[in-house]
């Protein structure tokens, strides 16, 4: 991947979910240490480069709170990289992404973030099965369109992370995770007019 990149402007939202399944269980005990000098080790790589930005992944406002993140984003070598991401593949407006990403930044020497925008303008889906609220929820919209012009110094960029249209799963009528779904991508345009 650093080949690919070379010497081209790039911005690196490293390895999603990664850090939090070391926090909330999904990854086994046993892969711990590994999973965190993989991480230190491509920020290292990464940065080594001369026009690349690199964000590690940090949840979203409404998974948990900062407190069970910032060690592990200290683990996995938050200080040599440029800051972190929040709300990447979901849904939580951007005011909550800024409020939730500056009290992270505080405990983690004030580093910067960005924002995935790409779903979030209507904010979180809040009915039906909590544990399926992530999952192509209904009536959700396109947010800010992807810039560096944002509301806070803090916030380096808003950007589409998770490519608008694209499946979470085979849940509400969606196709495999990770395929483009037109009628997904045409409610969320809709919904954002």
Not at 124 to 132: H, L, R
């Amino acid at each position: 991947m650093a080949a690919g990149i070379g010497d081209r402007s790039a911005a690196v939202i490293l390895e999603p979910d990664a850090l939090l399944h070391l926090v909330d269980g999904c990854t086994p005990e046993q892969f711990h240490e590994e999973r965190y000098d993989l991480l230190k080790g491509a920020v290292a790589k990464l940065k080594s480069l001369k026009n690349t930005k690199v964000y590690l992944d940090a949840g979203n406002a409404g998974w948990q709170n900062p407190d069970q993140i910032f060690e592990p984003l200290k683990r996995a070598g938050i200080d040599q990289a440029d800051g972190f991401s929040v709300n990447v593949s979901n849904f939580y407006a951007t005011d909550e992404s800024i409020a939730y990403g500056k009290t992270l930044s505080a405990k983690v020497g004030g580093k910067h973030f960005v924002i995935d925008t790409s779903r979030n303008g209507k904010g979180p889906y809040t009915q039906g099965n909590p544990d399926e609220r992530w999952c192509n929820p209904p009536g959700r919209a396109l947010g800010e369109t992807p810039t560096t012009k944002t509301a806070d110094p803090l916030v380096d960029a808003y950007l589409w992370v998770k490519r608008p249209g694209e499946s979470d799963g085979e849940c509400k009528g969606g196709p495999k995770a990770g395929q483009w779904w037109p009628d997904y991508a045409l409610k969320l345009t809709k919904a954002s007019s």
